[in-house]
């Protein structure tokens, strides 16, 4: 079934907007998408009739709220095809999942001398945590080298892994070059040697259908806000066997079991890694998001973003001094380049003058820049509301760009 756009275009209302006296046409969905009215009119509803803290109260608000927060956590389950629903947890974000891993998984299983391998395209957030940690346990950080294409060197990932090598965590999509990365490969290597694997799955989310168990990763993390849904709220997926494992990340209320002043003892899974009151609404709307998406199913929104983004490369081939950044054979929805004689900045910059949002820079992927020697790209990065009208508009302002700063 194909996706009526223009329809679809409706259901969000920010897009609908002029900016700078032009219609506005969204290029940064890596960054974060818009929302969709299904997400918003959840989180109105949530505080218009159900607010209430949870697994605490005994009163009928309480109740709802916990029931609710309790089966969003089972539709996210079945989204990504998670064996337990306690082994979804909540958190802030991707960035706060892979902090959680970084703090506890390590705090339990690295020693000093070890090491932990991530890739040469991993977003700031999936190489500081792992730094500060190899910090904290003088731990070593390795990493897989790409080619000029933007692909993982498989041959050198095999040669890295080694009798120490304790976890690998790679991105399944990179947000600087839109390569798809062959996470079951890499999974089957490392587990061929017992080491788990993290997946960073922050772009993967709102592009393809995600199976963790298909996969057999064992971390998946993703971001509420860049499939849909709202802001500060995200999963950590862990397998159960780790989970029960690690030491809880934070200490606070709802993770514990008993406390007493000379002994605590934590709760069971998934609360002992959820200190605090939780993020309800958020959850909630995260949980109308992942609805919204597979309503439209992730077929239909894989192909009609792949024609987008094919179209989109075809067009912008046409251009003068253009280099694209991030040519993988496996890749979706981020095309980054830059013109050769323009800094990405001022490109930029002309084209917000134009009511075209995109993102330029480093993109929090500061090694990738370094790597193709430049100081950062220009990125369209495209979601299901996309057209090719509006890849027109990013041509005619491109063209412009040349025409002033070339
Ligand atoms: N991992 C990847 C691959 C990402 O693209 C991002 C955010 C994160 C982790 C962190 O996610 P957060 O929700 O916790 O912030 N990427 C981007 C981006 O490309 N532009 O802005 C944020």
Redesign the pocket.
Known sequence: MSINIEKLRQEFPILQQVVNNRPLVYLDN??TTQKPKVVMERLLRYYETENSNIHRGAHFLSSQATEAYEQARKTIQRFINARHHYEVIFTR???EAINLVASSFCKKFIKQGDEILISAME?H??IVPWQMACEDYGAVLKVIPMNEAGELDMNAFQQLLGKKTRLVAV?HIS?ALGTINPVKEIIDIAHARDIPVLV?G??ATPHMAIDVQAMDCDFYCF?G??MYGPMGV?VLYGKEKWLNEMPPYQGGGEMISEVRFDKTTYNELPFKFEAGTPNVADVLGMEAAMNFISSLGHEAIAIHENSLLQYATDRLQELEKIRFVGTAKQKTGVLSFLFTDIHPYDTGTILDKLGIAV?TGH??AQPVMDFFDIPGTVRASLALYNTREEIDILMAGLQKVREMLA
């Open positions: 890596a960054a974000g991707t960035t977003h957030a999936n991105t947000n960073d922050a772009q971001s806000h860049k995200g993102r993109h929090c």
